[in-house]
């Protein structure tokens, strides 16, 4: 089974999980000042602007104009392909709409303002072309894309690197037959159990050779899985099949998202491309350099500013 579309996104959201928490914590503070400068700046031209942010997520970037505000009066339209990244938005003073950013639902020039960061590439590279045609006369954009060869293309290539591992070994079905076989419910114990021996080890040898988020999540989900079977007389083995199919389908949705990430990142000729549609589409002002979380020493992400000619 291989996740698509919108069903990797709502798990990461549903989910309390670290690599979620960790992610949205990152993303708060990897470009928050480029977000308070980008909005000052909007509020000087304009007191109650009408602004999109573009796959929002959890909203770190909706978040970061609201700080930004202070007297101005803006509408924030918060949209994701996620509606459990939207619930994460309750309490914010946002519009949310549940919306593909491939086929966004508002009508030419509604907005005076657009962002998004590490969101409308994931709708592909038209997605991002077409953008302008949603902004006023004079309305600005400004989009932090995932950029190819950059730190975060690198941590997402390990990440699945580390989960096709736990995917190809079948790691859960052998943990899951352990299972079945300590608690007497099949017969081959020993080849269960030497089955699960040999894939543990080898999954635990890609675990440590990598030091990524998903190694990370591996560790815990061994730990995890060593507790299910050193307590497995404790556990219901009707509710242990509904948990090592939840911790299948996280693997899965896992390697979902970090395959979505890696095919949603630009390259130079594909962000030049970008930029020369937003000019065609009556962009002035079209801008694009890499930009650099802190202590990284590649780049994290391409930033494009363009200004709609009147
Ligand atoms: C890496 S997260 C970034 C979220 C947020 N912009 C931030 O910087 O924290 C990518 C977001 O894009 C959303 N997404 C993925 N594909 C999408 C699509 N086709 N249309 C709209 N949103 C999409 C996901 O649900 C997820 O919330």
């Not at 990440?159 to 995917?167: D, K």
């Not at 630009?266 to 930029?275: G, H, K």
Request: hydrophobic share 45%; glycine share 4%.
């Amino acid at each position: 089974m291989t996740m698509t579309g919108e069903q990797p996104w709502s798990e990461f959201w549903q989910g309390e999980t670290d690599e979620a928490s960790v992610a949205s914590r990152r993303a708060s503070t990897a470009f928050a000042s480029l977000w308070r400068e980008w909005s000052t700046e909007l509020f000087e031209q304009q007191s109650a602007p009408v602004i999109l942010d573009a796959a929002c997520g959890a909203g770190s970037v909706s978040r970061e104009v609201i700080a930004a505000a202070q007297q101005a009066d803006p509408v924030i339209v918060s949209v994701d392909i996620a509606y459990s990244a939207l619930k994460k938005l309750e309490d914010a003073p946002v519009l949310r709409a549940t919306a593909d950013a491939a086929a966004l639902p508002f009508a030419e020039g509604s907005f005076d303002a657009i962002a998004s960061q590490y969101g409308v590439e994931y709708a592909g590279q038209e997605a991002l072309e077409a953008l302008p045609a949603l902004l006023a006369p004079h309305g600005r954009i400004r989009v932090l894309a995932h950029i190819t060869d950059g730190a975060v293309a690198q941590e997402c290539s390990d990440n699945l690197t580390v989960l096709h591992s736990l995917r190809e070994r079948e790691l859960i079905q052998r943990v899951s037959e352990l299972f079945q076989a300590l608690r007497g419910l099949r017969p081959d114990l020993e080849s269960c159990d030497a089955a699960f021996r040999q894939v543990a080890q080898a999954c635990g040898r890609e675990v440590q050779t990598r030091a990524c988020p998903a190694s990370t999540y591996a560790q815990r989900l061994f730990q995890d899985c060593a507790t299910v079977l050193q307590r497995n007389q404790a556990y219901d083995p009707k509710d242990m099949q509904l948990w090592f199919e939840g911790q299948a389908q996280s693997i899965e949705a896992y390697a979902a998202r970090m395959s979505a990430m890696l095919s949603a990142a630009l390259d130079r000729s594909q962000i030049e491309m970008v930029l020369q549609a937003w000019e065609r589409h009556g962009m002035a002002d079209c801008t694009v350099k890499p930009v650099y979380a802190a202590a990284d020493d590649s780049p994290a992400a391409w930033r494009l500013d363009a200004v709609r000619r009147s």
